[in-house]
């Protein structure tokens, strides 16, 4: 977990957003798998008036800081919340005392 990747991944609205979504903290279009919510990026433009690329590279941004992770079915990639690095991320900012 590098505190500092998954800041940098966060300060942005737009991945804070699709974080958000896929986390299940705000209404969301996306779709459950395995009682996790989970995403593809058409479900996410949908949502966002964004391009499939760009919101492709927002998830790249955020799947490289290990806060999401893609799974793969058939042509579709799924993105869901690494829920291990962001416990170790709430445990780090804990730990702060801020």
């Known amino acids: 977990m590098n505190p500092v990747m998954i800041f940098k ?3 942005h609205e737009t991945r804070y957003r699709l974080f958000c979504d896929l986390f ?3 209404s969301s279009a996306c779709e459950i798998k395995d009682n996790i919510p989970a995403c593809c990026v058409m479900d996410l433009m949908e949502k966002y008036p964004l391009s499939q690329s760009t919101i492709s ?3 790249k941004i955020l799947v490289e800081a290990e806060l ?3 799974e ?3 042509t ?3 993105y869901h919340v690494n829920l291990a690095t962001w416990n170790a991320f709430r445990d780090y900012l804990n730990r702060l005392n801020l």
Do not use: D, P
Request: hydrophobic share 20%; net charge negative.
């Open 9 to 11: 991944a966060l300060g």
């Open 24 to 26: 299940g903290t705000s």
């Open 57 to 59: 590279h927002h998830l």
């Open 68 to 70: 999401v992770e893609q």
């Open 72 to 74: 793969n079915y058939g």
């Open 76 to 78: 579709y990639h799924y």
